[in-house]
C-alpha cells in the first residue's frame, strides 16, 4: 500500500532563516507530488507541483521553491523565511486517478 | 482569485438529521470535483468524488451532487454523526494536475 512521510511535524524557526521540508511517497511510482499551504483560518493553498522528476510548477510566487531530486521525493525550501510563511504545509499525491492523499503535515511557526 | 467557494464557513447539525455542505465554482473548465474531510493538525483524507459527467454519486451515507448549470456541487450526509465533526473541503481540476480547493466548512454534529 501507498504510505506518504512528512517531516518534521512541527518546526519553529527565526524570521530570515533557511527551510527545508521534505515529503517522501512509498509504494507507487511516478506520482504526481504536490505542497499546499494552509494558513490560520484559510483553505488550501497550492503551492507547487511536479509532474515528475525535475519538473516543478509554481503556483504562487513568492520565497518558497521547491524540487523533486527523486521520483518518489518532494522537497519545499526557502532561503529565508518571513512572518508570513508560518501555516500547516501540506504534501500530497496523486496517481492515475484525480483522488489526492495527504501527509500528515508540517507546522511552521516563523518568529 | 478563489475559483472554489465555500460559503459558509461553519455548519451545526443533530445527530441522526442530514448535513448539506455546499460549495461553489467559477471556472467552467473544471470537470472533476472531490470532497476531502480534515481533523484537526491531520491532512486531508478523500471522501468522495463525482466527474462532470454525472450529477450524482453516493458512497453510503455520503452523496455528492453536481448542478453544472448553476456551478454548484453539495456534499449530504445522511445520517450525521458525532464522528462526523470536521472540516470539510470541496475541490475541483480541469487538467487533474492542477488542484482547486475552497477554504472549508466546519460540520458539528450534536450528539
Redesign the interface.
Known sequence: SQTIHQWPATLVQPVGSPLSLECTVEGTSNP?L?W?RQAAG?????LF?S?GIGQI?S?VPQNLSASRPQDRQFILSSKKLLLSDSG?Y?C?W?GTT????????T?LTVT | DQQVK?NSPSLSVQEGRISILNCDYTNSMFD?F?W?KKYP??????LI?ISSIKDKNEDGRFTVFLNKSAKHLSLHIVPSQPGDSAVY?C?A?DT?????????TSLTVIP
Do not use: C, D, I, K
Open positions: 504526481n504536490y499546499y484559510r483553505g488550501l493553498q497550492l507541483y509532474v510548477s503556483e500547516f501540506l500530497a496523486a484525480y483522488e489526492q492523499y495527504f501527509g500528515p503535515g507546522r | 465555500q472533476y472531490l476531502y493538525a491531520e491532512g486531508p483524507t478523500f468524488s473541503f475541490a481540476t487533474g494536475n492542477q488542484f482547486y480547493f475552497g477554504t472549508g
